[in-house]
């Protein structure tokens, strides 16, 4: 089965071709990166008028190196949410008409859903997959540390996600984000912090890894984002390339522990020895590096999937629309744009995001 995944929640648009297996044909992503790099931050706006210029080519381009074109496609599977409405809007009607005109099924993903189950994504060099990277079974602990979102899931299955813990108030990203701008080293801030960071002495400005001595799986990130502005404002920005390494590393250190530590954490308290990171954030090296030295040193499997799989993609989100349609899911054209996503209390929620209280048992 072939499936065709667009993927339009917030400043990438993107199409992709895979198969059930995962293993992915075509992986296109268009970034918004320098449309929105001069606000510090996505402008919802800006990006759905820019989703609506890039959407056609960049499908076209995923389907370029079918025989047959869509005409191979088996399926469509689209984002539907969390994200910004106006920019899901263009990837849903685009998928809605091209399923009609078409006569293909649709299915509406998740995008955490997506970003969950890339870890199964297989890319093909020469043709071949890469057979070497080995991937979780079920059930796994999930870290999913992006823009929006930071949380940590156990994974039963591609459709059976429950959460467990989440950030009280800003994402890890987002924290990654909003530092590099207060640093003056633009959007996205991420991977300018990931890379200044590896020159950097991360014991140089003591920050403390928010709530890694609190109970529970929650997060905080925006008291770290106080305490570096509060540094910046007492010590200034710093004038040279050593001293700005020097803060990044320390800024980077103090996030890293807090997810490696609370994701190893929900490891041994659902007694699940496998931990698969995603998102955005799954792309530092920092994190990557410190979550296998501590995952070796506890015995929990790790796996990462590569780079271009972490951050924002529609591969990822073609194979989670695969694994509904397995399961016999055909959502016609009856998909709805969410901007929030409804699973956000802790349980067990259906599709829609009602949560599914426990049977009380009558007999006592
Ligand atoms: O998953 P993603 O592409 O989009 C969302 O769903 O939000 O994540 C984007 C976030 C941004 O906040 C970006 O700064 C962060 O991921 N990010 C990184 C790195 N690469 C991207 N954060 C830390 N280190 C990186 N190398
Ligand atoms: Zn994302």
Redesign the pocket.
């Known amino acids: 089965m072939l499936v065709l995944g667009i993927e339009s929640?917030?400043?990438?648009t993107a199409a992709a071709v895979v198969d059930e297996g995962g293993l992915i044909y075509a992986d296109v992503v268009a970034s918004q990166v320098e449309l929105h790099q001069p606000y510090g931050g996505v402008v919802p706006e800006l990006a759905s008028r820019a989703h609506l210029t890039n959407i056609v080519p960049v499908i076209e381009s995923a389907l370029e190196g079918l025989p047959g074109g869509i005409r191979d496609v088996d399926a469509i599977a689209v984002t539907q949410g969390p994200?910004l409405v106006g920019a899901l809007l263009v990837g849903l009607q685009t998928a809605k008409a091209l399923a009609w005109v078409h006569g293909l099924p649709i299915v509406g993903v998740n995008?955490?859903d997506g970003?969950l189950l890339a870890v199964f994504l297989k890319r093909a060099a020469k043709g071949v997959a890469d057979p070497e990277r080995p991937v979780p079974s079920f059930p796994f602990v999930g870290l999913?540390?992006?823009?929006?979102?930071t949380a940590l899931y156990e994974v039963r299955s591609s459709a059976d996600v429950l959460l467990l813990g989440q950030t009280r108030d800003d994402?890890?990203?987002?924290?990654?984000?909003k530092v590099?701008k207060l640093l003056g080293l633009g959007?996205?801030?991420?991977?300018?912090?990931?890379?200044l960071a590896v020159s950097g002495d991360p014991r140089s400005v003591p920050f403390t890894a928010p709530m890694l001595h609190r109970k529970g799986l929650d997060f905080s990130f925006s008291g770290l984002k106080t305490a570096v502005a509060q540094h910046v404002q007492a010590a200034g920005v710093p004038a040279d390339s050593a001293a700005m390494a020097d803060i990044c590393a320390s800024f980077?250190a103090a996030?890293v522990e807090v997810l490696v530590r609370k994701s190893l954490a929900a490891c041994e308290a659902q007694g699940i020895p496998r931990l698969v990171l995603?998102?955005?954030?799954?792309?530092?090296?920092?994190?990557r590096s410190r979550a296998q030295e501590l995952c070796d040193e506890q015995g929990v499997s790790l796996f990462i999937p590569p780079?271009a799989s972490?951050?924002?993609?529609a591969a990822m989100i073609a194979y989670a629309g695969a694994q509904r349609l397995i399961s016999g899911a055909d959502d016609g054209g009856e998909i709805q744009a969410y901007s929030r996503d409804p699973n956000r209390r802790r349980g067990r929620f259906d599709r829609e995001g009602t949560l599914i209280t426990k049977k009380v048992s009558n007999t006592k």
């Open positions: 929640s917030c400043d990438e994200g995008h955490l970003h999913l540390a992006s823009g929006g979102h994402a890890a990203g987002e924290a990654f984000d590099a959007y996205p801030g991420g991977p300018a912090i990931d890379r980077q996030v995603s998102g955005g954030v799954a792309a530092n090296r920092g994190l780079v972490c951050t924002d993609n």
